[in-house]
């Protein structure tokens, strides 16, 4: 087929940046939601701190009490000291009045932005008595085996999206004597 | 039909084949490593305390934000292990680590200060400003994954912290600089 005509063309952004070429390669920087949320000052983090588990309690559970904004997973890191191990359920659930025992504020991860959660989120909430057990855990995500003294990161990427008045938990089967859990996700507007 | 030819600013142009424009992806890390600004602070083995800030790194750069890649964590004894964050605060106490520049091409230096055995933070009373907590075993390995998501402006400090005492312990903080 003939062409018209043929022209050189850069890529230029706002900025006045050109995008480079390489190799005869266009040099491409993917940014995901969580990246863009991170720069945007959009993204926490919700830690707790090591405590004495009973079986079968919720660890740490947080819900997004936000009308205007999705929650989105990014990451759950579980740790868990118990010999054996314990299975750790990760689970979702709705329409559920969490009982607080110890608050867990979010922390933004870019300290450069003056963003808070406290307004849109019930923080992080260490809570006993959802009683999920019982119910096997209807709305569980992952089950998995957390060894003792040896994180278990589960990389989520945003494939979990709370709504208002939806939590994620963790759960611990076994009895650890010492856990955390760590929440890293992002709020996107509806 | 028109025929347009995409040029980057060295002259290259990209290449066409198979019906594919080729791409390389890059990511802020790389870019930064390619750059010289990509840096790695390490402390050395020491004896540590209770409720110790193992490591901890200020930004000082007016202009670039730090952006924390990875942490590496290790302790002989087991114990709860903390990562927090803090501002205008005077980081001090222990040994000087000095980043390192991953690209050993580049002659730029870290514009940030960083010490183990830190005792300038007040952070580790409450530790309000955690951001990831966990458990170590002892003579464990940690390592996080950050991709850069911790993003520390001028003032700010990345400290890690473990709440039992030991006898020996490691930490590595994997950081790069992007202009703000």
Redesign the interface.
């Known amino acids: ?11 230029i952004g706002p900025s006045g940046d ?13 940014k995901s939601a ?2 863009q949320a ?2 945007d000052g959009w ?1 926490f ?1 919700w ?4 405590y004495n588990v009973t079986a079968a309690d919720t660890m740490f559970a947080l819900e997004n009490v936000s009308a205007h904004h999705i929650l989105c997973i ?1 990451k759950v ?1 579980i ?3 118990v010999a054996g191990g314990s299975v750790c359920p990760v689970f979702t659930a709705s329409g559920i009045t969490l009982t607080v025992t110890t608050s867990v ?1 979010g ?1 933004n ?4 932005s003056g963003n808070l959660c406290a307004s849109m989120t019930n923080a992080g909430t260490i809570e006993v008595g959802q009683n999920e057990a019982a119910t096997s855990w209807l709305k569980r995500c992952y089950m998995p085996q957390c060894v ?4 278990y ?1 589960i990389d989520v990427g945003g494939a979990i999206r709370l709504p208002n008045d939806h939590l994620i938990a963790v759960d611990a089967i076994g009895d650890p004597a ?5 929440f ?1 996700g992002w709020f996107e507007p509806i | ?10 002259g ?4 066409v084949e198979n019906g594919a ?8 890390f790389e ?1 930064a490593v390619r750059n010289g600004n990509a840096y790695s602070w390490s402390c050395l083995t020491y004896d540590y305390t209770a409720i110790n800030t193992i490591l901890a790194v200020e930004n000082n750069s007016p202009t670039m ?1 730090l952006h924390i890649q990875e942490i590496h964590i290790q302790g002989d004894t ?1 114990s ?1 292990f ?1 990562v927090h ?1 803090d ?1 205008g605060l005077t980081v001090t106490g222990g040994n000087v680590v000095t980043g390192v520049n991953l690209n050993r091409n580049s002659g730029n230096n870290a514009a940030a200060t960083s010490v183990d055995c830190d005792t300038g933070n007040t952070g580790s009373t409450g ?12 003579d ?1 390995n ?1 390592v ?2 950050l ?7 001028n003032d ?1 400090t990345i400290c890690v912290d473990l ?1 039992d005492e030991g006898g020996a312990c490691n930490c590595t903080i994997i950081g790069y600089y992007k202009t ?1």
């Open positions: 087929m003939a062409r018209d005509f043929a022209e050189k063309t850069s890529l050109t995008a480079r070429v390489e190799d005869g390669c266009l040099i491409v920087n993917p969580f990246t991170v720069e993204a983090s830690a707790s701190l090591t990014e890191i740790s868990v000291s504020a922390v991860l870019n300290r450069g003792t003294g040896v994180p990161i010492a856990a955390n859990v760590t890293i | 039909m028109a025929a347009l030819t995409l040029i980057g600013p060295s290259d142009t990209a290449t424009v080729a791409v390389r992806v890059e990511s802020d870019y934000d087991a709860q903390i964050t501002a530790y309000a400003k955690r951001l990831i907590t966990g458990l170590v075993a002892a464990g940690v996080l994954t991709n850069g998501c911790i993003v520390l402006p700010h709440t703000r």
